[in-house]
């Protein structure tokens, strides 16, 4: 049992390592944390985007709402990098940026909380924290690629702590966790290696009233750390109520930015379809 | 702590300091965890076959020492292509093409030896017999690894189904070796090869190429279990777009291991001429059949995410003695095809129930 609670048993403040994967964020100071404008994406014959726009400044949960079609996913898969807009300029950390691929997204800071997670369920709570980031022993067995999974069991064990994440176990493979404890953990590894911005795509899909609620004091707990939060989100009741701003994506150009406090339920819902201005185009 | 209990699991009496929110049961003790293992009951199905086949064969032939080593030299080549092979399939790719990598690597390097060995003295002596077999390793294997390449640029860059890609190299690679040795053999490779490696053993017991097996085993468990290359292997094949979104580098990944997987068939191709002084390029055809049956019985997902080179071991151990051991039970060799097939059959049968029952996958 006592390797069954090893990251639930939260008796010690957090080791410096976990410091040391949050500091990223308050060394480096910026303003716009991530922020795409006037972007336009054609796929055939489908003008997927049409001039979207999105900023997100540190420190800010900021919620991308939309029909289904008007373009949310196509726009937040341009921020980090995997698919290439038509035109249009993107800006991480108040630098003008050009990604080709997810790396160089993750290189800037920037990650993102796919909405299929992007785990891969054979391997252990560990190794998905840590994929495409391992961490290696130092000298000649770090040279030969060998792995220091205590470290990385430690960081991780921090890392999932500081946001109050609680797993059986990270040495399971993740296909025995459960749905929310999957998702808590998605983000729980864009906000280890996101040091600028950390996007989410539909984060509270998949989820209970209580869990949906926890991945939304997540969100919280990451802006408060200095990184911009972009949502991509259907829940409006829930996230309109705990975001900063509202971006809301109509036919692929944005119809609103505004603070989340002057919207309610009904006026996003009204943008969202394109209220008025059908008869006004 | 009423939570916790689920309908029918046998385990459901959780200790109370269990948070009833994360529904965590107690670990499985080791020796259970042991015999989860699909490769541990392999194991077990092994010993009952030799203990078997001693008992019925003739002055208990099938335990004596020759017997034994022949078994780990008939292992050794089947060993080899299946561990390549199991690297591939833990990131979700097929190889068919192992037996024709194994048969023009061979007949290339046994053409590298006799060239540069050149004709033999009055006494059977050679010039630069050293440096010929040397190169010859190195070609046997090179040809192994840059088929291995081609196999693994089809799938990764061309985005040809692994099973068609291996198929197809499969025929390229036995014809272009029958086309080098216009449909024979090339025999006569220097025999000092087979007693010097081929045939001798190590204290006299343990023969060398199946050292060159074991030690590839044990190098291939601890990259997969220890290194970064082994967890990216197994995310890859665990879920491809995952690997992807995490940064790897799949593709270059997926051609990195069917060089492995080509390097080690070219490996067993040397092994090939060693024991027996020339090629054998009829004589490899059933090699994906065997390879695959070790790979699978012994607990390695068809489907990537999950290698268990042990289990690879064991499989290999269960197909060989099931082939030695029908032949010295006088059964006609053909017979051995026909329970290696069943073997795969059931085995993969027994598994999918298995997995259905406990609703994993």
Redesign the interface.
Known sequence: MTEGTENAAATTPSPPAAAATAGAAADGHFETAIAGRHIAKRFGHVQALTDANVTVRAGEVVALFGDNGAGKSTFLKTLIGMIKPDAGEFVVADRPVSFSSIRDAQDAGVECVHQDLALAPDLSVVDNMFLGNEMRHRGVLGRLGVVNRREMTERADAALRELSIKLPSLKVDISALSGGQKQALAVARAVMWGHTAVLMDEPTAALGARQSAIVCDLMRTVAERGLGVLVVSHDLPRVLKVADRVTILWRGVTALEAPAADLTVPDVVATMVGYGRDNAA | MSTVMSGRSRRAKA?D???P???????QSPLRRLFRETGTWILVLDVFLVLLFGALSDNFVFWSQTNVQALMINGTEALLLALGLAMLLGAGAFDLSVGSNLVLSSVLGALTIKGIAGPPDADGNYHNLGVAILLGAVVCIGTGVVYGIVNGILIAYFDINSLIATLGTMGIGTGAALVITQGGDVTSVPSQLQSEFGLASLWGFLPYPALVAIVAAVVLWWLLR????G??T??L???R????????RVKRHLVSLAAIAGGLAGLAGFVDISRYGSTAVAGHVQDPLVAITAVVIGGT?IEG??VSIVGVIWGTVLAIVLQTGLIILGFQSFYQLIAIGVVLIVAVGLDRYRVRRRG??
């Open positions: 200790p300091d269990l948070d929110d994360i529904r965590a049961v107690a670990p220890y290194t970064r290359y967890i990216r197994l995310a094949g665990s879920e777009t995952s690997a992807e979104r995490a940064g790897i997902l995410g999950k994993d996958r």
